[in-house]
């Protein structure tokens, strides 16, 4: 006769160990989920994306049945300048990525960081896809040429940013070289009024000139007196 129950022992002790698992990982995905949702977002509010959407599902004003149909140029532009944004953020998200992983190997980051930065990863691949989707349904092959002028957007604002803040220097730049000029030139002004003895080099001495003066002639005149000695010298040497 077969021993049920010896043989259900081990499937139960089976299935009560797969649903503990099973548990486990569910509540395990919940809580990583829940931590996740709980991160602040990588990137401020997509402001443009915002906009787009809005003029795309644009509602009726109250009182009227439909709402004001919005040009298709005012789309397309609104579509543009969601592309250039989104072009920033992908120049950040490189930028980023590299430094950042560098920084999570070594322990300088938490976990909660590159989780934040996976995140932002992850929406901004599924924000191109949708711009893409968008574009090709204005024009077809429209999203393969989309980012392309996006890109050149981008670059010509961040020029053009630059170059307004070289301009808003140059003001600062210039009351500066005014101020050292002025300073300079008080300078110099003060040097030409200064009193004639105090620019002036100190007139040497006539009396220590004239006590010069004959040092040196003493001293060359030394020259044939100690000579004529020696002579007198020798003179009397040969008597």
């Known amino acids: 006769m077969v021993d049920w129950i010896s043989l259900a022992v081990p499937f139960a002790y089976l299935g009560i160990l797969v649903g ?32 787009y959407l809005s003029l795309l599902h644009l509602e009726p004003e109250p009182g009227k049945e439909k709402a004001v149909a919005v040009p298709e140029s005012v789309l397309k532009a609104a579509l543009l300048r969601r592309a250039t944004e989104d072009i920033h953020r992908i120049i950040q998200v490189r930028n980023a990525k590299q430094a950042l992983g560098t920084l999570l190997q070594r322990g300088s980051v938490g ?50 940013q630059r170059t307004e803040e070289i301009q808003a220097q140059v003001d600062l730049e210039k009351e500066w070289w005014e101020q050292r000029r002025a300073n300079i030139q008080s300078n110099f002004m003060k040097e030409l009024d200064a009193p004639d003895g105090s620019s002036k080099p100190r007139a040497s001495n006539p009396a220590e000139k004239a006590g010069s003066d004959e040092d040196g002639v003493f001293v060359e005149g030394g020259g044939p007196a100690v000579a004529g000695k020696g002579s007198t010298k020798k003179r009397k040497g040969k008597r």
């Open 20 to 51: 503990s698992l099973a548990t486990v990982s569910s509540l395990y995905r919940k809580r990583k989920a829940a931590k996740a949702s709980s991160l602040a977002p990588w990137f401020p509010p997509h402001v443009q994306r915002n906009v």
């Open 111 to 160: 976990d909660d960081l590159w989780q934040r930065f996976l995140r932002a990863e992850k929406e901004i691949e599924e924000e191109a896809k949708d711009v893409v989707n968008e574009a090709n349904a204005f024009a077809p092959n429209w999203g393969q040429t989309i980012f392309q002028t996006a890109n050149e957007m981008a670059a010509n604002s961040i020029l053009r």
